[in-house]
């Protein structure tokens, strides 16, 4: 059985990613309390200001900067024709009673 650091070196090597890349990992999965309490609060359920919780399901997220496309988007190089053209709604007009 390989360790979770073999396995992640064989999808580094299936990503083709290089050991220069400039490669960020990040913890998702978590609260930050954002709730000043009060000096009475319940300690089980309420969490201290600014203090980080991490869930069960939390997971980690390796991004590799280097290889990220940042250009943003360009304008179509030809004429927008969608296939279905916007209608406006027509109105509808009241009895008048």
Known sequence: MKTVSGKLSDVIATLGWDCYDDVVVEIGGTVVSG???????????????????????????????????????KPMDREHKPQHPYEPKKEVKKDET
């Open 35 to 73: 709730i000043h309490q009060g000096e009475d609060y319940n300690k089980k359920w309420a969490t201290p200001y600014g203090v980080r919780k991490y869930n069960k399901d939390a997971f980690i997220i390796i991004s590799n900067n280097s290889r990220r496309d940042l250009t943003g988007s």
